[in-house]
Structures are given as structure tokens and as C-alpha cells.
């Protein structure tokens, strides 16, 4: 929604082997989120840059996964030697750049299956 | 211990008639509430949102009304329309809606049924 695409939407991968996850917003916005949603439940919260800078990155669940935003516009959300846990569908979101709107729009996600 | 819930994983509701979501809430430094609405294999869609200084807002079919003496907030869409059929979420921020990251609930699967 609102312009954020993500890439790839389908991502398989064998135990123990990296993967990488990309969010591409509409230049112009400032902030991005990261969300992680196992199936049957609801967004959980990964990590959040304001432009380059990587504020909080509380929600991350181990040191296997590290994000990045070089440029502050794309990200890269990478997650070392996968786990079967980390099978999930990974969420990008933004705030909308004009208007008062207090919300965020997210992407269609990437879908991490690992086997 | 979760912060925020959705007690209901599925409701079915007749086309026509008034679908009712509810949403629980512990953490009382929550200020803004947020409802998304998602078809599977896309993205969550923002649907409505209210601050924690409002009890209702409505936009269109939708209107969220919340209690904050009991940590409660409903969705209401009247009148539902097989479209409206998908996983509803409630979540909630401390930060704002936008600037701060959003605490959500498991969801609500909606049926309606023509």
C-alpha cells in the first residue's frame, strides 16, 4: 500500500542458509518499520530506521538478523544461517509523507519459508 | 504477556447486517489505536484510526469507538458487505500512529455471508 514494494515475495530457503529481504519505499519517507508475522498471529515489531539511522531495533529475536538502510530510502533486512523459526511472512512499513494521517502503510511482504 | 487482544478469532455476520469487532488493551500509555484489514498474500490495509483522546471516530461504514476506562475498542461496519470479508487487526502505539512502532493483536477473521 501507499507505494512500498517488497522483493522477493516468495523466498524459500534451506536451514543454515542467508537470506536477504529488500523494502523499497517511495522516496520521501523518512521512516521505515520492520515487522515479522508468523502465521496465525499478528505483526510483531523487528526494528525501526529514521532515515539512515537504525533507532530501535529492540524486536529483533536473535543477533542473526541484522537490517540496514545505507541511504536511508531502500532497506535490507538479512537474516543469517536460517532457522525453521524464522519461517514468517516479513512486513516493510512507512508513514504516509503529507497529511496528519497517524498510521503506517505496509507492503505486501515477503513470504520466508525455510525448510 | 500480550498487550494487546482480539478474543475472537473468527466472526460470521449476514450481508446487511452490523459486524462487530472487538479489541482488549493492558498498557495504558497506548495513545493511538489503529485498525488494518488483510486479504491473504497482501499487505495489511490501514482501515480507520482513533486517538486516545476521542471516544469515536467514524469514517464512511466504519467507526471505531473507544473506552478507555476499560481498555476496550470495537469496530463497527454497518452495514457489512461480502467484500468486508478478511482478517481484522487492532493494534495500538504509545508513539502516535505513525512514528512509533505498532503493538498488534492475533485478528479476527470476518465472514460475511451473502
Known amino acids: 500500500g501507499a507505494g512500498v514494494s517488497q522483493s522477493p515475495r516468495y523466498k524459500v530457503a534451506k536451514r543454515g542458509q542467508d537470506v536477504a529481504l529488500r523494502c523499497d519505499p517511495i522516496?520521501?519517507?523518512?521512516?521505515l518499520f520492520w515487522y515479522q508475522q508468523a502465521l496465525g498471529q499478528g505483526p510483531e515489531f523487528l526494528t525501526y530506521?529514521?532515515?539512515?539511522?537504525?533507532?530501535?531495533k529492540s524486536g529483533l529475536p536473535s543477533d542473526r538478523f541484522f537490517a540496514e538502510r545505507p541511504e536511508g530510502s531502500v532497506s535490507t533486512l538479512k537474516i543469517q544461517r536460517t532457522q525453521q523459526e524464522d519461517s514468517a511472512v516479513y512486513l516493510c512499513?512507512?508513514?504516509?509523507?503529507?497529511?496528519?494521517?497517524?498510521?503506517?502503510?505496509f507492503g505486501p511482504g515477503t513470504r520466508l519459508l525455510v525448510l | 504477556d500480550q498487550q494487546v487482544k482480539q478474543n475472537s478469532p473468527s466472526l460470521s455476520v449476514q450481508e446487511g447486517r452490523i459486524s462487530i469487532l472487538n479489541c482488549d488493551y493492558t498498557?495504558?500509555?497506548?495513545?493511538?489505536f489503529l485498525w488494518y484489514k488483510k486479504y491473504p498474500a497482501e499487505g495489511p490495509t490501514f482501515l480507520i484510526s482513533?486517538?486516545?483522546?476521542?471516544d469515536k471516530n467514524e469514517d464512511g461504514r466504519f467507526t471505531v469507538f473507544l473506552n478507555k476506562s476499560a481498555k476496550h475498542l470495537s469496530l463497527h461496519i454497518v452495514p457489512s458487505q461480502p467484500g468486508d470479508s478478511a482478517v481484522y487487526f487492532c493494534?495500538?502505539?504509545?508513539?502516535?500512529?505513525?512514528?512509533?512502532?505498532?503493538?498488534f493483536g492475533k485478528g479476527t477473521k470476518l465472514s460475511v455471508k451473502p
Open positions: 512499513a512507512t508513514p504516509p509523507t503529507s497529511g496528519d494521517q497517524e498510521t503506517q502503510y
Open positions: 522516496s520521501g519517507h523518512v521512516s
Open positions: 530506521f529514521q532515515n539512515e539511522a537504525q533507532l530501535d
Open positions: 498498557n495504558s500509555m497506548f495513545d493511538y
Open positions: 482513533i486517538s486516545s483522546i476521542k
Open positions: 493494534a495500538a502505539s504509545a508513539y502516535g500512529g505513525s512514528q512509533g512502532n505498532l503493538i
